[in-house]
Nanobody, 120 residues
Framework: QVQLVESGGGLVQAGGSLRLSCAAS????????MGWYRQAPGKQRELVAR???????RYADSVKGRFTISRDNAKNTVYLEMNSLKPQDTAIYYC??????????????WGQGTQVTVSS
C-alpha cells in the first residue's frame, strides 16, 4: 500500500508565504512524477507544479515566479514553497505522485488534500 500525507496548509494574509510538504510511504520501488494540484470551489482541479525524479519542472502560468517545487528523493517527499500568495490561490491543494511499487508498474496516487486560504 502507498500513502501520501500532506502538511503545511493554513490561513495566511495576501502577500504571505506557506510551505506544503507531502511524504510518500509504503512499498515504493520508484517515484517518477511528484506534484501539486489545487481545486477551488466550483472549479476543476488544476496542475500547480510538477517535478520529475530527474528534477524537470513544470509550473502553471499563474504561479510562475511565486511558487517553487522541490523534492527530496531520499525521503520520498515533495515540497511546495508558496510566496506572494494571492486570494485567488485559495483552494484545496492535493499532492500527486506516479509511483511504481514492487507489484504495480506505475500508478497515480493522491493525498487527502490540505486547505490553503489567502485572505485579502
Amino acid at each position: 500500500q502507498v500513502q501520501l500525507v500532506e502538511s503545511g496548509g493554513g490561513l495566511v494574509q495576501a502577500g504571505g508565504s506557506l510551505r506544503l510538504s507531502c511524504a510518500a510511504s509504503g512499498s515504493i520501488f520508484s517515484i517518477n512524477f511528484m506534484g501539486w494540484y489545487r481545486q477551488a470551489p466550483g472549479k476543476q482541479r488544476e496542475l500547480v507544479a510538477r517535478i520529475t525524479s530527474g528534477g524537470r519542472l513544470r509550473y502553471a502560468d499563474s504561479v510562475k515566479g511565486r511558487f517553487t517545487i522541490s523534492r527530496d528523493n531520499a525521503k520520498n517527499t515533495v515540497y511546495l514553497e508558496m510566496n506572494s500568495l494571492k486570494p485567488q490561490d485559495t483552494a484545496i491543494y492535493y499532492c500527486n505522485a506516479h509511483i511504481e511499487t514492487y507489484t504495480v508498474v506505475s500508478e497515480s496516487y493522491w493525498g487527502q488534500g490540505t486547505q490553503v486560504t489567502v485572505s485579502s
